[in-house]
């Protein structure tokens, strides 16, 4: 630091020795007109000679040039027009860059969108639209937060997280929440949480290869729209080693494989072939391998010796040794139901093994059934007893015209229809039909829940007593009307007509007091009774 110092000392002795000659005086003269020439002399060394810029108007922000002719200046300020209207365009004088500043359009309200018109420069500051297309909210912006703000006149929320609730012209209108307009779903939505459920209710299969099928979101009907094509490469994928996709005339089929090699995945059959779209092989030998300590048997590949695993009641298997190998595998066959009875049916069950039903049963009540255990005949007399125990259908009969024919109960459903829309037409089996009314409970205590030719009607409960001297709200704890009657103090009564307090009529205005009426016919049966006594005496 002492070293700069010193020399800057020594700078400034050194030019204050130095004299400056005029410019005719000079002998560095250039010739040059756009420099200053300059001659310092020094008292103990050589003259020096400097050529300044003679235009230098010391600012960055102007371009200066100089006449070569005449030595004329000029400093031109540097063009920071950034051709935009909307910007304040500067140089900045330490710098010499330009500034273009956005023009400030900020008015401070927080419910306008500020902006600047790159047409004519001038501020434009627009309302934020807080209009929700509902003509029956007031809308308005909060000038604190900036947010849309839209009073209904009623109150509108049902405390049901599952509706949509808007406000309506007299009253509040109460949408699904879940409601996907999609037909082919069925909606549904979580009271507690309020999350909704759309789940497919209509599946469109026809099963059918070259048809696409989907459910019409409109109707709820099912759409089976023929694919078309031009290569069987345009056709769905098919599923087998038998069977291909084909297009002709730009229809989508399937081809059946015939003769085709394949595998059927089963080791205990070969050789595989398709045979009609299907893969095919003939049973391999009893006790060929089919694996370690597996042999085949009956196109089944099993375990040596183990019988234990057959698990259906209609197969008998045991144990057999191969004479080629020696070793025991099992012999499995069908379980044999037959019971020698004529009169029986023999079925077999795969749980339970063999049942045998009555083979002469013709399910008709109004006959008696029996059969011949010699050659199986069935008899059917008829007895008249068409009672099914159910009284949701009839027990009329068709009477036997001779033996052996006719006689049979007709039990048919009875119709239980009321031909009331507002009940709903079922049948008790013990008491025959039953008219519960049509279910139109919203589930909502605030309203009445009424049923109007088959639809169901939920109206908003009214608490308006029509007197003006009552305040009517909803009690949503005990879900009842209550009409609470305004306080005026004391001296003062509510007017039925306006609703308005108004202080207490004292009957000096043309009305007699009902203390006054009563005294008066007081004192008129006082004297009436004492005329009679006066009378008496």
Partial sequence: MKKILILLILCVFTVSTMNVLAESECPCYDGDPCTSDIC????????????????????KCTI??????????????INCDDGNICT???????????????????????CTIDSCS???GNCINEHINCDDENPYTTDSCDLDTGECIYECPHNCDDGDSCTIDTCGDQSCIHSSKCDDSNACTTDSCDSLTGDCSNEIAVFCDDNDFTTFDYCDPVTGECVYDEIGCFSPLDCPAVSGQCKIRTCLNNKCGISNLHGTNCDDGNSCTGPDKCDTGECKGENLPYGTSCGQNHYCLNGMCVEKGDCSDQEDACTQCNFIAMSNQGNPICNCHDLDCDDNNPCTIEICDQDTGCVYEDKCDDGNLA??????PEDGTCSHFFTGNCDDGNSCTTDDWIPQVSPGIGGYCINVDIDCDDNDPCTQNTCDPEIGCVYPPKNCNDGKPYTEDLCDSGTCINELITCDDENPCTEDIWDEENHICRNIAYDCGEGFMCNANTGECEKESNGTEGEIPEFTTIAAVGLLMFAGVFVVLKRKK
């Fill in 367 to 372: 006959t008696e059934d029996s059969c011949d």
């Fill in 118 to 120: 790159p047409n004519t």
């Fill in 88 to 110: 304040i365009d500067s140089c900045n004088p330490d710098t010499g860059e330009c500034v273009n500043e956005q023009v400030d359009c900020d008015d401070e309200n927080i």
């Fill in 64 to 77: 200066d040039t100089c006449n070569s002719e005449n030595g004329e200046c000029t400093n031109t300020p």
């Fill in 40 to 59: 310092l002399q020094q008292p103990f060394s050589d003259d020096i000679c400097i050529y300044p810029p003679k235009c230098d108007d010391g600012s």
